[in-house]
């Protein structure tokens, strides 16, 4: 049985936006349809949350990924910085994930 998830207003924030981001995006809606709503709903009602299985994987898939992008790369570069040399970023979606694969 899932276990109610506490997420920060800082982390909450991120997931809606990536779920908004995704409900903009018809490319990714086709594949989110069915969940990405209930997923919304439940952020946007509060800072705690218990999601279904399917909610909780379509959540581990995107931030599992989204942690490997953010994954450390050296900051001495020339050009602009990228998503993966952000650490508060990564240490973001870490702790979302991390939460997530907890409650189950």
Do not use: W
Not at 8 to 23: A, D, P, V, W
Not at 52 to 63: D, N
Not at 65 to 94: I, S
């Amino acid at each position: 049985m899932p276990s109610p998830i506490t997420f920060t207003s800082q982390e909450n924030r991120n997931l809606q936006e990536t779920f908004i981001e995704i409900k903009m995006d018809a490319q990714q809606r086709q594949y989110y349809e069915l969940v990405y709503p209930s997923i919304l709903n439940k952020l946007e009602a509060g800072m705690t949350v218990t999601f279904t299985e399917q909610e909780a994987r379509v959540v581990q898939t995107l931030y599992q990924h989204f942690r490997n992008l953010c994954l450390p790369f050296p900051v001495l570069q020339a050009r602009e910085m990228t998503f993966g040399q952000d650490l508060r970023q990564y240490y973001l979606v870490k702790s979302i994930l991390t939460k997530v694969e907890a409650a189950f």
